[in-house]
């Protein structure tokens, strides 16, 4: 079954909207979560580290004030897209740092901006 | 600057024969490869990894091979069913567990 849960699967909503998606490590504590977006016939692309208990770390060019990455408990990240625009739209996922084990990714949110 | 290059955006194979699907990369920091299958609007399943210190792994259909030198990496399903159709993912890792992926290919297995 599925290790990784992340809610909502998709959303829609107007421009200026923040709108906050839940990743759920079910079968460990997972002190780090990394989150993804992918455009459209693109890759996976990180956009930051979330570290329980401390800041987020975060790729070049993503803007740590934009995404709000929040990891308040080892079974739980939320990344929040702040006054969300057209361009923000794509497809977000997150997954478990598992160490030396493969990483395992959550089902996705769509994310589309009106 | 692409770390991860998966050049062929699809890949199209008669069920029963072998699908291989190839990868390059640049950087030689990265310690181990996986590959990752991914439907439409769900996220990538782990598939098959290997360590930079291996040049194959297998596991049932599934075979990856790494040539180092070449900086080349690439998945062999033999025999191919079409229930293999999906989107592959190659991925590297670096420093901390980052991954960084490919553009990917879509596999077609025709019946």
């Known amino acids: 079954g599925a290790v990784v849960s992340q809610h909502p699967s998709w959303v829609i909503c107007k421009s200026g909207t923040s709108v906050k998606i839940e990743c759920r490590s079910l079968?460990?504590?997972?002190?780090?979560m990394f989150w993804y977006r992918q455009f459209p016939k693109q890759s996976l692309m990180l956009m930051a580290t979330?570290?329980?208990?401390?800041?987020?770390?975060?790729e070049q060019g993503v803007e740590k004030d934009k995404f709000l990455i929040n990891h308040a408990s080892l079974t739980l990240s939320t990344l929040t897209v702040t006054s969300a625009h057209p361009e923000d739209s794509s497809f977000y996922i997150c997954?478990?740092?598992?160490?030396?084990?493969?990483?395992?990714f959550g089902d996705g949110t769509r994310l589309s901006i009106l | 600057d692409q770390q991860v290059k998966q050049n062929s955006p699809s890949l199209s194979v008669q069920e029963g024969r072998i699908s291989i699907l190839n990868c390059d990369y640049t950087?030689?920091?990265?310690?181990?490869f996986l590959w990752y299958k991914k439907y439409p609007a769900e996220g990538p399943t782990f598939l098959i990894s290997?360590?930079?210190?291996?040049d194959k792994n297998e596991d049932g259909r599934f075979t990856v091979f790494l040539n180092k030198s070449a900086k080349h990496l690439s998945l062999h399903i033999v025999p191919s069913q079409p229930g293999d159709s999906a989107v592959y993912f190659c991925?590297?890792?670096?420093?901390?567990?980052?991954?960084?992926f490919g553009k990917g290919i879509t596999l077609s297995v025709r019946p």
């Open positions: 997954s478990q740092d598992r160490g030396n084990q493969p990483q395992h």
């Open positions: 079968d460990f504590q997972a002190t780090t």
């Open positions: 979330s570290n329980e208990g401390s800041k987020a770390t975060y």
């Open positions: 950087n030689s920091m990265f310690d181990y």
């Open positions: 290997i360590s930079s210190i291996k």
């Open positions: 991925a590297a890792r670096g420093a901390n567990s980052k991954l960084t």
